[in-house]
């Protein structure tokens, strides 16, 4: 039996939009890692000298390999938290807070203000 080979310049317009669709469709999903793992990648990586061989190891690019290790270099992935970050928390919370009890006294006060605005009309 021979083969029949067809070309994607031959299809009709929609066909070519479904294998385009289908192609999208099929791309594969990204994975994400959580932190810890990045920064186990990241010692290893340095402890051992090669990227690569760690990268093939864990079954992950070359590329987010690099990226991790230097933003580990740099300081940016690391699992302790900050004091400014802490502080910066409590003090959004504070705020919020505030903007609700606020709002609850903006919102007593156009009450009253419509009350006494009725009995004076």
């Known amino acids: 039996m021979m083969e029949r080979k067809i070309r994607y310049e031959n299809l009709t317009c929609g066909m070519q939009n479904i294998i385009r669709k289908t192609i999208i469709t099929m791309k594969k999903a990204r994975t994400s890692y959580n932190l ?3 920064i186990s990648a990241a010692k290893m990586s340095i402890h051992c000298g090669s990227i690569a061989n760690v990268a093939d190891e864990l079954n992950i ?3 987010t390999l690099e990226h ?3 933003a580990y270099k740099d300081g940016r992935l690391t699992l302790k938290r900050s004091a400014g970050t802490e502080e910066a ?3 959004i919370l504070r705020l919020r807070m505030q903007i609700k009890e606020l ?3 903006r919102d ?3 009450k009253a203000l419509s009350i006494f ?3 004076d009309g």
Do not use: H
């Open 36 to 38: 810890e793992f990045k």
């Open 89 to 91: 928390k409590n003090e």
């Open 108 to 110: 007593i006060l156009k």
């Open 68 to 70: 991790w290790r230097k």
């Open 61 to 63: 690019s070359r590329n």
């Open 103 to 105: 709002r609850i006294e």
């Open 117 to 119: 605005s009725k009995k």
